[in-house]
């Protein structure tokens, strides 16, 4: 049965071949080009300094050559993954056929050692091969290292399998498009810390490990047992028998492991993805009497439910995270300690607040622009609806001011509350991102209503390229003529013979800004009271002058009528194996 599935698999890769048009090829040759000259690079590379690899620092390269290798393979493999599991158009046939669900998975599973596996195969086998002709290698040396290569793939290929069949179940059938999102999102950050390990794990650069010959991983790590088989078997010592058996009955645990949850996690989770949008809602049996609100909050509220109920909206907050948390990490990782970051609140408070408001110029416009183009399919209904386009955008308006500003405040407060600010650097913080950051939704409500864009396969891009830099421009713009005023509040008075002396010694813009500085200064430390109270009303009328100048001329082009450029699908088939629009 295996041979008569592997060559009808083969059948299907011929005629796909012979189908596929001419510049289809030309592109698979200068792709074939380009890897064959990467290799010859590297294998003359590796022959140009082999004399000065010596064993210990062959060692460091080949434990953490192969975790970038079961990185690498899950990381770009799990795609192409999910397409032969869940995806593939034979399966409609093949699970009709009395042909048991392991037969298939295992011709899938093979299957998918074209791709991402090959590639990294070929481009370590090479190298791997040259350095031993160099030094001599004993013959032994050679199929270990095919043998153990092929292991570590095995290992790799079998985890993005495992992340398939196992998140295929916890993912509701209703969330079925978001499940590449989930999968995409946590190998990410699997795959992080995987890469990560060898900075946790010691106090010294990777690198300098690597050059001092020093281990870079516990005995009991599986990539220690292949570069041990590889080093032990140049000398053709029995030393490597032991690690060399250790990885090989290791490779045969994951992918018996990953053929146990075939008949649930293959054949089940197809039918689940397959089926997943086409459940039924049911409909409440009592009779609610329906609330209205005011226009402007009711738009509000359909965003927020457009927006919990698909899980690749919050991709949008997906840099934030790795900003933060992976930062953070390899702050700890690179020797830094937690005590590190506390210093005095006067200069702590202000470096947060700068970045914080980084991260809002960040997002907000980024969120208020993608509220346009989330009515891609529906904006002819904008058209008859009974609401004024004033309406519309301030109802989008403060529904994507108040996502970024709920999630950064959180973490401002536990910032905060880390380094000790004070209940008045806690307030005034949060009031005045509050107020500058609504500038930056208003900016990003206008320019989503003139470059929306809506792609299907990629519903987190909703702005055109060229839009979403102006957008990115203009927000850095506001938001540094909106911080003139509240840092003139927080320059102390002291500094004020420093900015006179400037002043005199500068020419040109930076001396006029020293002028400007000492002036402002002057004023405040005549009349402190006056001056704080003209700050404020500058960065109110500036901020909210802004958001409601832009956000009415995004209202007038959604009274205007909006248009939405549509990316159209390279595929006719969807997800879940119905044509769109069909019943």
């Known amino acids: 049965m295996m041979k008569a599935l592997l060559k009808n698999q083969w059948k299907i890769f011929i005629n796909t071949m012979k189908s596929q048009p001419g510049k289809n090829y030309f592109s698979y040759v200068v792709m074939f080009a380009v890897f064959a000259i990467l290799l010859y690079w590297l294998s003359t590379g590796i022959w140009a300094i082999a004399d000065v690899i010596t064993e210990p620092v062959f060692a460091g390269i080949l434990s953490y050559g192969f975790l970038l290798v079961i990185g690498f393979i899950i990381l770009l493999g799990l795609p192409q993954v999910f397409k032969h599991l869940y995806s593939a158009t034979d399966l409609n046939l093949l699970f009709t056929m009395p042909i048991p669900t392991r037969y298939i998975f295992w011709v899938k599973y093979l299957q998918s050692f074209v791709g991402v596996p090959l590639l990294v195969f070929i481009l ?90 020093l281990p870079l991983f516990p005995e009991w790590m599986p ?42 996690g293959f054949r089940t989770g197809w039918v689940k993805l397959s089926e997943g949008s086409g459940n039924k809602r049911r409909k409440n049996a009592a009779k609610r009497t329906a609330k209205l609100n005011h226009p402007v909050i009711a738009v509000g509220k359909k965003e927020w439910y457009a927006i919990k109920r698909d899980m690749r909206e919050w991709l949008v907050f997906l840099p934030f995270i790795f900003f933060f948390v992976f930062g953070f990490a390899g702050f700890l990782s690179s020797g830094g300690g937690l005590s590190d970051l506390r210093g005095p609140t ?60 709920v999630i950064l405040t959180v973490v401002e407060i536990v910032a905060g509350l880390f380094f000790g600010w004070t209940l008045i650097q806690f307030i005034s913080g949060i009031l005045m991102k509050a107020v500058i950051t609504i500038g930056i939704s208003g900016i990003g409500m206008w320019l989503g209503t003139i470059g929306a864009k809506y792609n299907p396969a990629n519903p987190q891009n ?26 003139m509040l927080l320059i102390p008075v002291e500094t004020m013979d420093f900015a006179q002396q400037v002043s005199q010694d500068i020419d040109g813009f930076f001396g006029w800004v020293a002028g400007f500085v000492y002036t402002v200064l002057s004023w405040k430390a005549a009349s402190p009271v ?10 109110l009328i500036i901020s909210l002058g802004a958001a409601y100048l832009f956000t009415m001329m995004g209202a007038r082009k959604i009274d205007q009528g909006i248009e939405i450029e549509m990316v159209q699908k390279t595929r006719t088939k969807s997800l879940l194996g119905k044509k769109p629009g069909s019943l």
């Open 530 to 539: 006056m001056i704080t109270i003209i700050g404020i009303l500058l960065v």
């Open 346 to 405: 006067e200069v702590t408070w202000p470096i947060a607040q700068a970045i914080l408001l980084f991260m809002y110029a960040m997002f907000n416009g980024q969120i208020a622009s993608s509220t346009i183009a989330r009515e891609a399919k529906s904006v002819w209904i904008l058209r008859v609806l009974p609401l004024s386009g004033k309406d519309i955008a301030f109802g989008k308006l403060w529904l994507s001011w108040l996502l970024p500003f």
């Open 223 to 264: 990539v220690t047992w292949a570069s041990d088989a590889i080093t032990g078997a140049v000398a053709g010592s029995v030393d490597f028998l032991m690690p060399f058996l250790m990885i090989l009955v290791l490779a045969a645990i994951f992918f018996t492991l990953t053929s146990t949850l075939v008949e649930r």
């Open 124 to 213: 370590y086998i090479v190298p791997l091969f040259v350095y031993g002709a160099f030094i001599g290698a004993n013959v032994l040396y050679y199929p270990v290292v095919l043998l153990v290569l092929l292991s570590i793939i095995v290992i790799g290929l079998s985890v993005a399998y495992l992340f398939n069949l196992l998140l295929v179940q916890i993912v509701p059938a209703s969330k079925a498009n978001e499940f590449m999102t989930v999968m995409s999102v946590l190998s990410g950050i699997f795959v992080y810390l995987l890469f990560m390990i060898p900075n946790l794990a010691n106090d010294r650069p990777l690198s300098e490990m690597i050059l001092a010959g």
């Open 462 to 487: 909703r702005l055109k390229f060229g839009t979403s830099i102006v957008l990115m421009v203009v927000s850095y713009i506001y938001l540094f003529f909106a911080l003139i005023p509240f840092v």
